[in-house]
């Protein structure tokens, strides 16, 4: 940190990803004097994600969103296909309306940031926070190498990593069946060429899901996202799950070999033919939230939001992590605003954050899909299933001569994919009670 640096602030926000950016934003504008703490070399640097943002939750903070941020394009497709060798079926959406944009996160949590920098906030970046300072059970500012900052409130924005809250004993240890490896690829599509090849007319966007083949036997799937003139491919990959077959054997990929299996898959690559890969990336992700929650989300002092707080979605088919930060950024500045107003970060006042959460949209959405990400590990679902689908239409499109009744091909389909009838039934009615 710098000489310059004030060493006491009302806030100290740790990270410059979307929670923290919101939370900062908003404390600022009401006239708070707010830092934000970010170990990447500035805002956004560190971040990578799939690509799609739902945009109304994002509204309630910076009601000018669509007007000012890097959106890239709105998702008026949305498609997933079932993946078996060379055959895949595919399942496409058009959408109706406006709801989630796409754009890279390196890009939003910079224009976030900037906000809240425009708004009063100071950015001190390639800093990383060692300790939240806590005396005598209350928070009292953060610690960085030798340096100290004294603040009123900090804000735990540090994202799915959460070594400071572990180190606080608010979240325990991550454990491999908690999280995901997320991989991507920037691909130099060129506007011109995604267009015509996906039909997408000017400003419209396509998010794509894969599930099959492409992980090779691990739980998780593919996407692949339009930007304005390229194209984000990537891979979701469980890490507990991964681990065991890599050390049985029975993966025998690495997972950069199955990003690239993807990305020259003969049905996906006639997209981007031989179009060059700008840029590649990793980053953990939460599988399933409310088992990654924190035993509180507030402590005298303290509040923790988005990622760090579990914060986040993932339905298979939909993955909502940025707009649940920014929301709880938002929930997180109110809270401590009222704080501060009255008689300070205590327990009870930043209480009322977690009450908040849990009355949110959030987490009525992370109760209603408990027990998901049980489903999206379960071999039926995204290895069986797909090969079934596949298997069943080649049966029905694949003949020269004599074409199977549809029950005959899907009887057939189920033998040789390994689907028990009844247990498929049983299972498919707890997915969807789920999603
Ligand atoms: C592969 C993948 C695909 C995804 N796809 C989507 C998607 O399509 N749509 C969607 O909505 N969500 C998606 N997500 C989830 C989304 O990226 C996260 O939910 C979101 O970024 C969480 O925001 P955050 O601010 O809580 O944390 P982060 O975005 O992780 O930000 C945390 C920030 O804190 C900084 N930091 C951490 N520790 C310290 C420290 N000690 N000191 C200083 N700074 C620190 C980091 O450098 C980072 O800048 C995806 C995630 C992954 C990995």
């Known amino acids: 940190m710098s000489s310059q640096t004030p060493t006491k602030f009302d806030v100290v926000v740790v990270g410059a990803g979307p929670a923290g950016a919101s939370a900062a934003y908003l404390l600022a504008k009401a006239g708070y004097k707010v830092l934000i703490v970010e170990r990447g070399r500035g ?20 009601p000018d969103l669509d007007k000012e941020a890097p959106i890239h394009r709105w998702v008026t497709r949305e498609r997933i296909s079932f993946v078996k060798g060379e055959r895949v079926t595919t399942v496409e959406f058009k959408l109706g309306r406006k709801v989630a944009f796409t754009t890279y996160l390196t890009e939003m949590a910079k224009w976030m940031t900037n906000k809240a920098v ?20 209350r928070v009292k500012g953060i610690r960085s190498g030798p340096d100290t900052i004294e603040a009123d409130v900090v804000v735990d924005a540090e994202g799915v990593n959460r070594i400071l809250l572990e180190k606080l004993g608010l979240a325990e240890k991550i454990k491999p069946d908690q999280v995901a490896l997320g991989v991507k690829e920037v ?46 491919l990537g891979l979701v990959l469980h890490i507990g799950k991964a681990y065991e077959a890599a050390k049985t054997g029975e993966l025998k990929h690495t997972v950069p070999m199955l990003l690239e299996k993807l990305r020259t898959h003969p049905f996906f690559s006639k997209i981007w033919g031989d179009a060059d890969v700008l840029e590649y990336g990793a980053h953990m992700t939460i599988e399933g939230g409310l088992r990654y929650m924190p035993k509180k989300l507030y402590m005298p002092g303290l509040v923790v939001v988005g990622d760090a707080a579990g914060l986040l ?54 109760v209603k899909h408990r027990g998901i990400e049980k489903v999206m590990e379960d071999p039926m679902f995204f290895t069986k299933l797909p ?49």
Not at 43 to 62: D, N, Q, S
Not at 206 to 232: N, S
Not at 424 to 430: E, H, P, Q, V
Request: charged letters at 30%.
């Open 43 to 62: 805002a956004g640097t560190k971040e990578l994600f799939g690509g799609k943002i739902y945009a109304e939750p994002l509204r309630t903070v910076w």
């Open 313 to 366: 979605l993932n339905t298979g088919y939909t993955i909502r992590g940025v707009d649940y930060a920014v929301y709880s950024g938002k929930l997180a500045a109110e809270t401590i605003i009222e704080a501060l107003e009255s008689d300070g970060p205590t327990e009870e006042n930043l209480r009322k954050y977690e009450e908040r959460v849990r009355e949110s949209f959030m987490f009525r959405e992370l």
């Open 118 to 137: 425009e708004s009063g906030a100071i950015l001190v970046d390639e800093v990383r926070v060692d300790e939240i300072i806590v005396e005598n059970g």
């Open 387 to 435: 090969a079934m689908l596949n298997i069943l239409l080649a049966k029905l499109y694949e003949q020269d001569y004599e074409e199977p009744t549809v029950l005959e091909a899907l009887l057939d389909s189920v033998k040789e994919s390994d689907v028990s009838l009844s247990k498929f039934m049983l299972k498919l009615f707890s997915v969807v009670s789920k999603l």
């Open 187 to 232: 691909i130099n599509i060129g506007k011109k060429a995604m267009n015509e090849r996906l039909l997408l007319d000017e400003g419209e966007g396509l998010a794509w899901f894969m599930v099959g083949d492409v992980t090779a036997g691990i739980p998780g799937g593919g996407f692949m996202y339009t930007m304005k003139d390229t194209i984000a």
